[in-house]
Nanobody, 129 residues
Framework: QLQLVESGGGLVQPGGSLRLSCTASGFALDYYAIGWFRQAPGKEREGVSCIGSSGIDIQYADSVKGRLTISRDGANNTVHMRMNSLKPEDTAVYYC??????????????????????WGQGTQVTVSS
């Protein structure tokens, strides 16, 4: 069974930083393109970042470019996303997801593409004073 678990969320002050982690079980995460998405109450899900299976293709949403970094930790079957200079509008539940098919070197942060099959339960990020 392919499962993803997010961790690292919590309460942080504006301008602060945190690192989210996405850990897989049942499959090797290095073989799949991985995306990070978020959803705030009453709003549609939006893509935040993604990384291809090779680690070469990395994409960020315009709203977060320059403020976060996505990376792979193959030894721990984990993908991390470090966020800096957090803003109140970053408050949301953050989800990681793996694409349906393995070995995709190219990823996308467009949820309308419908390429992501396996999703975690999410971790809450709250940016507030």
């Amino acid at each position: 069974q392919l499962q993803l678990v997010e961790s690292g969320g919590g309460l942080v002050q504006p301008g602060g930083s945190l690192r989210l982690s996405c850990t897989a079980s049942g499959f090797a995460l290095d073989y799949y393109a991985i995306g990070w998405f978020r959803q705030a109450p009453g709003k549609e899900r939006e893509g935040v970042s993604c990384i291809g299976s090779s680690g070469i293709d990395i994409q960020y949403a315009d709203s977060v470019k320059g403020r976060l970094t996505i990376s792979r930790d193959g030894a721990n079957n984990t993908v991390h996303m470090r966020m800096n200079s957090l803003k109140p509008e970053d408050t949301a539940v953050y989800y990681c997801a793996a694409e349906r098919d393995p070995y995709s070197a190219v990823c996308t942060v467009m949820p309308d593409k419908g390429l992501y099959e396996y999703w975690g339960q999410g971790t809450q990020v709250t940016v507030s004073s």
